[in-house]
């Protein structure tokens, strides 16, 4: 009994002469992976990611369950993961047991950040030999070009979000700047030139009459040409394409604009319609042109 006590002692003392060295094992991370750690009370076994574990492009962002507080230690709170900013480390710390130092301890440790899950048995030992201080992930080159896609997908995502956030609030500006506009028209009269001039176009022998009423301008901000549509003949007309001219000598000036005119000019109809453009120098031409291009053919009203 004596000699087995004193290998006992000896044995224990030769345990705990061995000395903690730092070793490294690579572990390859892929979208879910598992593992088993030896964790020794009062040391620490490191977690090395290939990326910063708040990087805002990985979501979900980190989260951190622990099954067994008693034997292990790792931030889990939200203060706790706060201090991991800008970090790529995350350890794992064995807790001593003062009152039962050879107590042993099971617990899992599972770790979830952009799209890779991981599970990780741990179990206390103390036997220095059987413990890695530091695990390094990696990821391989196939496996990192997915991570690149899906982080510039999530990105371009993010960018798309922002333009339609920005273009809803110009939308909402304009409309509001539209509303502005009304308020304007209703207090002002607008100065208008008259025409009252009547031309007529023949398109595939069907006989097709604009009335050129007047040019309404307002503020001197945008200017309305107002006309009628009158068709003579007895088919219909589909309107593929409206363009206001103004002619001044042998130059020819197309007008930017809106055209307010029914795309279907059916037999016998008469339509009212108006020609919208910001260009002030609509209202000094000589002479005006409009080219309908319709699904019969072109015809040119000019006066």
Known sequence: ??????????L?????????????ENVNLKEFTALSLNVMPDTGTQLIFPFTLDNPELTPNLKIKLSNSDGFWVPTTEAEISQLKGQNTLNI?????????????LGVLNISIGGYNLSIALKTVYDPRKVKTNIVF???DDKREHMVEKSVERYT????????????NLDALARKNALNYVGDIVLNEPDSNSFKIETESVINNNRLLIFADSIESYNDSFHVFVYEIENYSSVDFKINNFSLLGLNGDLETLFDGKTNCPALIKSGGKYKCTFTTLDKT??????YKIILNTDRGEGVFKW
Do not use: C, R, W
Not at 13 to 23: L, Q, T
Not at 93 to 105: E, M, R
């Open 93 to 105: 710390l064995g807790v001593a047991d003062t009152s039962n130092p050879t107590a042993k301890h």
């Open 12 to 24: 224990s003392g030769f345990v705990n002469a061995v000395e903690i060295k730092p070793s490294f």
């Open 282 to 287: 609509s209202i000094n031409s000589d002479e």
């Open 138 to 140: 990696n990821i391989p």
């Open 1 to 10: 009994m004596k000699n087995l006590l004193l290998l006992v002692l000896f």
């Open 157 to 168: 995502k993010a960018l798309d979000k922002q333009y339609d956030e920005k273009f809803n």
